[in-house]
């Protein structure tokens, strides 16, 4: 039963244009989303997160996008950068839980010039 | 400050034989988590410790299993491989805050390959 889903396991944007990333997710009891970005050869950095008392978290290029209703959250990035391309997973957490997060499948993107 | 630090970086095994991967977390860390990744499956939580006590733990059999030391870092063994297995695994550290969002910061991963 995957809880936390990233549906494309894609994206190409080009560079300056806005790259959308999202994901959906199952659980009504998680209640912190993070967002990390991988590259190869690497483990995955952190990027932003989000509380579900939250809608909308910023930092720098980075925005993220919660709509509890819906159980969906996307990531922005304005504007996208050739250094994006990467690995992108969401992640969800139950407050208590420490450590234990649940991942999507990750969604590549490349950011062409 | 020194990152989480993975050994060994890369190793290959046969079927029936174990691996033990260890794992250095970030100094002052306390909380240290496994996580296995394999294509198409994303990463899959193992287990996490803190202060020596396994405090949670995910959906794999019994052949996973770990433990941690006085001074945080942490080893996961893997018993009678299968070809299943073979996947990047990768260890986080945290400051374990059980509420927040407790970011965990990765290591570079251990790569097993089983054959």
């Known amino acids: 039963d995957q809880q936390v889903k990233q549906n494309s396991p894609s994206l190409s944007v080009q560079e300056g244009r806005i790259s959308i990333l999202n994901c959906d997710y199952t659980?009504?009891?998680?209640?912190?989303f993070l967002w990390y970005k991988k590259y190869p050869a690497e483990g995955p950095t952190f990027l932003i997160s989000i509380s579900s008392i939250k809608d909308k978290n910023e930092d720098g290029r980075f925005t993220v996008f919660l709509n509890k209703s819906a159980k969906h959250l996307s990531l922005h990035i304005v504007p996208s950068q050739p250094g994006d391309s990467a690995v992108y997973f969401c992640a969800a957490k139950r407050t208590g839980t420490a450590s234990k997060l649940t991942f999507g499948t990750g969604t590549r993107l490349q950011v062409t010039l | 400050k020194a990152g989480v630090t993975q050994t060994p970086r890369y190793l290959i095994k046969t079927r029936g034989q174990q691996v033990t991967l260890s794992c250095s977390p970030i100094?002052?860390?306390?909380?240290v988590s496994w996580y296995q990744q394999t294509p198409g499956q994303g990463l899959q939580f193992l287990f996490e410790y803190f202060s020596e006590t396994q405090r949670n733990k995910g959906n794999f059999p019994g052949r996973f299993s770990g433990r941690q030391f006085s001074n945080s870092r942490s080893e996961m063994n893997v018993s009678t491989l299968e070809l299943g297995d073979s996947a990047l695994y990768l260890c986080?550290?945290?400051?374990?805050?059980?509420?927040?969002?407790?970011?965990?910061?990765f290591g570079a991963g251990s790569r097993l390959t089983v054959l």
């Open positions: 986080a550290s945290s400051l374990s805050a059980r509420g927040g969002a407790n970011v965990l910061t």
């Open positions: 659980n009504s009891m998680f209640d912190y």
């Open positions: 100094s002052g860390h306390r909380s």
